[in-house]
Nanobody, 124 residues
Framework: QVQLVESGGGLVQVGGSLRLSCAASGRSFSIYRMGWFRQAPGKERVFVASISSSGGSTYYADSVKGRFTISRDNAKNMVQLQMNSLKPEDTAVYYC?????????????????WGQGTQVTVSS
């Protein structure tokens, strides 16, 4: 079991950067694949990025490739999302999620635990 708490959201200008953090509590954080999703008002929650339990494998949505970087520090029970070159379309609530099964997963139903979300707003 794991509890997740996101932080680091805020208001930034187009082209700016922001780093989101997800702090995990509970045992066995290091065995979970971790993911970031985002959801804009009135839209479905969509995949952003994921990272394997060891940190050796990452996967990104096409919309964020080259701009976002996911990382994790298992010793600190933390996963981060570095977001650069932000665009207005990146505006959303960002959620951290954990998956028990170690295979790559791209939809919300594949993840078992969720944080409360943190708002990211990119102004034009």
């Amino acid at each position: 079991q794991v509890q997740l708490v996101e932080s680091g959201g805020g208001l930034v200008q187009v082209g700016g950067s922001l780093r989101l953090s997800c702090a995990a509590s509970g045992r066995s954080f290091s065995i979970y694949r971790m993911g970031w999703f985002r959801q804009a008002p009135g839209k479905e929650r969509v995949f952003v990025a994921s990272i394997s339990s060891s940190g050796g494998s990452t996967y990104y949505a096409d919309s964020v490739k080259g701009r976002f970087t996911i990382s994790r520090d298992n010793a600190k029970n933390m996963v981060q999302l570095q977001m650069n070159s932000l665009k207005p379309e990146d505006t959303a609530v960002y959620y951290c999620a954990a998956r028990r099964i170690p295979t790559t997963a791209l939809i919300p139903d594949d993840y078992n635990y969720w944080g409360q979300g943190t708002q990211v707003t990119v102004s034009s």
